[in-house]
């Protein structure tokens, strides 16, 4: 060999290790997997202040893990679910995943639950070479990563994050009604931040400006001045960053003002409890939506199944929580099986960055994740409460 090809060949093996680092170094744990099975760790709100979410969440990963499990498992494994409550509290959530890691030996965190909760613990996660999937908050640090820092390749997210589905729902109700004074009220978290985000990029990129923003500290029950001061403002449209009590509270006052003015919630006000406890209320609110929710004597087929399977687990209506809850670990066994028989973390991991489809019985759009993007997707439907019910307005909407 001449001396310039291997010099050549030299720089070439260089160049190829300079571009490597990012990808070459992540660390991914090949713990809890077994001949028989895989090892799975969450950590829900069970018993603090949104166990409405946690518990229901945590019944439909129960559901897909014993659905998998009688349908053979993963390549044979069965899954093992280790669930933990972290009452929402951080602190909680860090021992509850030292624990999981620790002890537990889990080769996934899935669905963990709540912003302040998964952001609090993740590192335990990422320096374990734990892979945190799909968690149940759509704030960015959940799929947004540093390419320098190659433990943060982790994280993947499968929900709607709240700032593009803002946008485009509020871009679609602005074109197709025709509104010309929009105005948001917005819990002053992080939640509601990313919500005002989303509503302020989209109405600036339409070049308009919102006759009102106003917001309410988290827990408020009051919102009789936050109403009176957006009427006051000739405000047309009110985008509400809310979840429950606040959306429905929000609504009741204008009721009471007699201020008939459209309502339209980010995603988290999109849950059957609100035209349930909310009733005429919350007649006509639109919602930005990721998927369509199914009710039992309308819904057909694999839908229909299992909705009446989740009651006889449960002894309760599934909700939208149960839905995603079930997702997320049918999303995990997707991949896991797509990622073959010899699995491991390297292996899972791959599988996630091919760009390979999973489509979930509930007609969601399809969730794909590649090298760069761990998002799985931003397509926005539009629903409102007609009848006391989520009644699909537009869907495939983006900004």
């Known amino acids: 060999m001449s001396k310039s090809y291997r010099a050549l060949g030299l720089a070439v093996s260089a160049l190829a290790l300079t571009h490597l680092p990012a990808y070459a170094q992540t660390k991914v744990t090949n713990e809890g997997i077994s001949a028989s099975e895989i090892v799975i760790g969450t950590h829900q709100d069970l018993s603090g202040p949104i166990k409405g979410w946690g518990v229901p969440v945590s019944n439909g990963m129960k559901m897909a893990v014993e659905e998998t499990n009688a349908a053979g498992g993963v390549h044979g494994r069965k899954i093992k679910l280790v669930l933990e409550d972290s009452g929402y509290d951080p602190k909680r959530a860090v021992l509850a995943s030292q624990k999981m890691v620790e002890r537990d030996k889990v080769f996934a965190m899935v669905g963990p639950m709540g912003s302040p909760t998964v952001l609090a613990s993740q590192d335990i996660l990422f320096d374990a070479g734990v892979l945190q999937l799909f968690p149940l908050t759509a704030a960015e640090f959940t799929y947004k990563f540093d390419p320098a820092k190659p433990q943060e390749r982790l994280k993947f997210n499968n929900l709607l994050p709240y700032v593009e589905s803002t946008r485009a729902a ?12 929009p105005c948001i009220m917005h819990q002053d978290d992080e939640y509601g931040k990313n919500v005002l985000d989303g509503f302020t990029q ?22 009789s001045a936050q109403v009176a001061k957006m009427k006051a403002d000739g405000c047309d449209m009110v985008v509400l ?18 201020w008939d003015v459209t309502f339209l919630g980010a995603t988290p006000t999109n849950v059957l409890e609100v035209p349930a406890l909310g009733k005429e209320a919350v007649e006509g609110l639109y919602a930005a939506s990721g998927f369509e929710i199914p009710y039992e004597d309308t819904a057909k087929g694999k839908v229909k199944d299992w909705l009446v399977n989740y009651k006889k687990m449960f002894g309760t209506d599934a909700n939208t929580q ?18 073959g028989k010899d699995l491991t973390g390297q292996k899972m991991l791959d599988a996630l960055e091919s760009g390979d489809k999973f489509q979930d019985i509930f007609s969601s759009p399809p969730t794909v994740f590649s090298k760069t993007n761990h998002l799985a997707t931003t397509i926005t439907q539009v629903q409102q409460v ?14």
């Open 202 to 223: 989209q109405v600036t990129a339409m070049k308009m400006t919102p006759a009102s923003v106003t917001s309410y500290k988290r827990g408020a029950s009051d919102f």
């Open 170 to 181: 509020v871009k679609y109700m602005i074109e197709n009604k025709s509104f010309k004074k």
């Open 386 to 399: 007609k009848n006391g019910r989520w009644v699909l307005v537009k869907e495939g909407l983006m900004f």
């Open 241 to 258: 960053g809310t979840v429950l009590r606040e959306t429905i509270g929000a609504m009741g006052e204008a009721k009471k003002l007699g």
């Open 322 to 339: 149960a839905i995603i809850g079930y997702n997320a670990v049918m999303t995990f066994a997707h991949y896991a099986n797509k990622a």
